[in-house]
């Protein structure tokens, strides 16, 4: 990869890239059927598939960029022992590689770069088969600001040409705009997107005097901007978050709601 390309969109390159593996990974464990699952907490589970995509997005970026502090949601994954070869990712999405990067951003250096995992969103769902529900996430932020994120869908069907794919990644990047979705135009309804399976007496009463159209009821934070590409409310545990996914700094926006849970 060219250093001459800034650090900031060489990061989101290697994400995007990252991430597809991670996907794989979430679908390899899947497929074995030996999921692993630890109970952290009430209706808080972690799989092996958690784990290992954690293992992967970490071990590659940390073999790419040395200085970074990545926080991943789960626990030690270092202390389960090597990372296979085959999950050390180090090539980079062509297309994420060739953006402009942003004025303000191009200057960055690893040292003032926090990234973010959640290894495998919704998990919840994904124990209980409900798998398009899954999203790998990574966010991106400069100076305690997010500035960049991926979303990736595991179990996204793509059709390309005649062949059918499995998974799609979403990027976005601050002042250059979102890749890998095609957005529509929002309807002139209200549509609220709420949690699933971790709905509460605050959600239920907001939703309540929301007068909406549609409400959608679906798991993990990933999925719920991505299962529907015009403008949501989502309420989740009591707070709001308004989304306008057809502008282009949507996954900026979404990823301080990621900031926002991990915090």
């Not at 100076?143 to 595991?154: C, F, L, W």
């Not at 239920?204 to 949501?232: D, F, H, P």
Request: a negative charge; hydrophobic letters at 40%; glycine letters at 8%.
């Amino acid at each position: 990869m060219s250093t001459s390309v800034p650090l900031i969109v060489r990061l989101l390159s290697s994400s995007v890239s990252v991430a597809n593996r991670a996907g794989k990974i979430v679908r390899d464990v899947m497929s074995k059927g030996e999921l692993g699952i630890i109970e952290k907490g009430k209706d808080d589970y972690q799989t092996e598939a958690d784990r290992s995509a954690q293992r992967c997005i970490i071990a590659s970026l940390s073999a790419q960029y040395p200085k970074l502090n990545i926080i991943g949601e789960e626990d030690n994954p270092d202390n389960e022992g090597d990372v296979p070869s085959d999950w050390i990712v180090l090539e980079s999405d062509k297309d994420v590689l060739s953006l402009e990067c942003p004025v303000a951003l191009k200057s960055v250096k690893e040292e003032d770069i926090v990234v973010w995992v959640d290894p495998l969103d919704g998990t919840s769902e994904y124990t209980q088969g409900f798998l398009e529900h899954v999203t790998v996430l990574i966010g991106i932020s400069v100076n305690e600001k997010p500035v960049a994120g991926v979303i990736h869908q595991p179990y996204y069907k793509n059709l390309v040409g005649s062949e059918k794919k499995m998974g799609r990644t979403i990027w976005g990047l601050q002042e250059v705009g979102v890749g890998g979705y095609t957005p529509a135009p929002p309807p002139d309804s209200l549509v609220i997107t709420t949690t699933r399976s971790h709905s509460n007496p605050v959600v239920e009463q907001a939703l309540s005097v929301m007068n909406a159209s549609q409400i959608l009821r679906v798991g993990g934070a990933g999925y719920k901007v991505c299962s529907k590409s015009y403008r949501l409310v989502i309420i989740f545990a009591g707070h709001i978050f308004i989304l306008s996914l057809e502008i282009p700094s949507f996954i900026r926006i979404y990823y301080r709601t990621i900031y926002y849970l991990f915090t």
